[in-house]
Nanobody, 130 residues
Framework: VQLQASGGGLVQAGGSLSLSCAAT????????????MAWFRQAPGREREFVAG????????IYEDSVKGRFTISRDNAKNTVYLQMNSLKSEDTAVYFC????????????????????WGQGTQVTVSS
């Protein structure tokens, strides 16, 4: 599956941004709705970290502790797209945000590991000014 992330930009602290990740899936093989989707981020000089993940159906989402209550992950399987709504942004949210996909079986624990995801988008920069 190929992933294209968009929606990043510059925003003041306390503001909001909405990221999108559009997936292109091969005609044969797993469909978009067969994929668990996630967002990760990477700040300069830091390792890539898990932000949020969502199940195939979209009914179950998990979040990194620092974004709980501020970020919401969702998906529209009809549009092959996953979203990340980010509210109450803080300077520490500044990073390149990546979407990721896997058609494999992941648990709530392994979903937090970037190695669980074989497919990645190109990343979109989010900069929060204080």
């Amino acid at each position: 599956v190929q992933l294209q992330a968009s929606g990043g930009g510059l925003v003041q602290a306390g503001g909001s941004l909405s990221l999108s990740c559009a997936a292109t899936v091969p005609a044969s093989g797993p469909t978009f709705s067969d994929h668990v989707m996630a967002w990760f981020r990477q700040a300069p000089g830091r390792e890539r970290e898990f932000v949020a993940g969502i199940s195939w159906s979209g009914k179950s989402g998990i979040y990194e502790d620092s974004v709980k209550g501020r970020f919401t992950i969702s998906r529209d399987n009809a549009k092959n797209t996953v979203y990340l709504q980010m509210n109450s942004l803080k300077s520490e949210d500044t990073a390149v945000y990546f979407c990721a996909a896997t058609s494999g079986v992941v648990s709530s624990a392994t979903m937090r590991n970037s190695r669980s995801f074989p497919s990645w988008g190109q990343g979109t920069q989010v900069t929060v000014s204080s």
